[in-house]
């Protein structure tokens, strides 16, 4: 997809995992964000990876790293709104760095819905998914203003856009995310 930027969100604190990096967290003998990485590269034109700690260790992915310009760990619209802001394509997509089975055809299936809309959000059953969106970068005007305004939640700042919700049943475990050690050690 020549005109969408990838942006993988890996900028978190790890909290439930102990306080990891969770994108580092080695799964079947690689890092977390190697697995995603190779799921989306064949998706985008250009990948981005938000994070703010262990710059060093995720520049050697070979992608740019872009950091939070919004103090304080202040969440996944921080580090979509730094990923934005270094995007050079008119679309950009979102991941997270702790889900490495995500789809294949994730990009081609919510870029098949989003239309007139700001954004496309995957969604399972009853159950958005809101960190696997593909939106028009020039949403990024909006999402300054709401994060200015101390807004940190996703989906309140969804809520002032033109969303659409993309049906993903058929690969309902492709947005399985890993969040602890025994989830890691489960998958």
Same mark, same amino acid.
Request: overall charge neutral; aromatic content about 6%.
């Given at each position: 997809?020549?005109?969408?930027?990838?942006?993988?969100?890996?900028?978190?604190?790890?909290?439930?995992?102990?306080?990891?990096?969770? !994108?580092?967290?080695?799964?079947?003998?690689?890092?977390?964000?190697?697995?995603?990485?190779?799921?989306?590269?064949?998706?985008?034109?250009?990948?981005?990876?938000?994070?703010?700690? /262990?710059?060093?260790?995720?520049?050697?992915?070979?992608? &740019? $790293?872009?950091?939070?310009?919004?103090?304080?760990?202040?969440?996944?619209?921080? !580090?979509?709104?730094?990923?934005?802001?270094?995007?050079?394509?008119?679309?950009?997509?979102? $991941?997270?760095?702790?889900?490495?089975?995500?789809?294949?055809?994730? $990009?081609? &299936?919510?870029?098949?819905?989003?239309?007139?809309?700001?954004?496309?959000?995957?969604?399972?059953?009853?159950?958005?998914?809101?960190? *696997?969106?593909?939106?028009?970068?020039?949403? &990024?005007?909006?999402?300054?203003? *709401?994060?200015?305004?101390?807004?940190?939640?996703?989906?309140?700042?969804?809520?002032?856009?033109?969303?659409?919700?993309?049906? *993903?049943?058929?690969?309902?475990?492709? *947005? &399985?995310?890993? /969040?602890?050690?025994?989830?890691?050690?489960?998958?």
């Amino acid at each position: 997809m020549s005109d969408v930027s990838g942006i993988v969100l890996a900028g978190g604190l790890g909290r439930r995992m102990g306080g990891v990096d969770k !994108g580092l967290q080695v799964l079947r003998g690689r890092p977390m964000i190697a697995w995603v990485l190779e799921r989306l590269e064949p998706q985008v034109s250009e990948v981005l990876i938000n994070a703010n700690q /262990n710059l060093d260790t995720y520049a050697k992915f070979g992608r &740019r $790293v872009v950091s939070d310009e919004v103090g304080g760990y202040a969440g996944p619209l921080a !580090g979509l709104h730094a990923g934005l802001r270094a995007a050079s394509h008119p679309l950009a997509v979102t $991941v997270p760095c702790d889900s490495p089975f995500l789809p294949e055809d994730l $990009v081609s &299936r919510l870029k098949g819905h989003l239309g007139s809309n700001d954004l496309a959000v995957a969604k399972t059953g009853d159950q958005p998914h809101p960190v *696997f969106a593909l939106m028009k970068r020039d949403v &990024r005007g909006n999402l300054e203003s *709401f994060l200015a305004a101390g807004g940190r939640k996703i989906d309140a700042w969804y809520a002032s856009l033109k969303v659409v919700e993309v049906k *993903f049943d058929d690969e309902a475990e492709a *947005f &399985r995310n890993i /969040n602890t050690i025994e989830e890691l050690k489960g998958a």
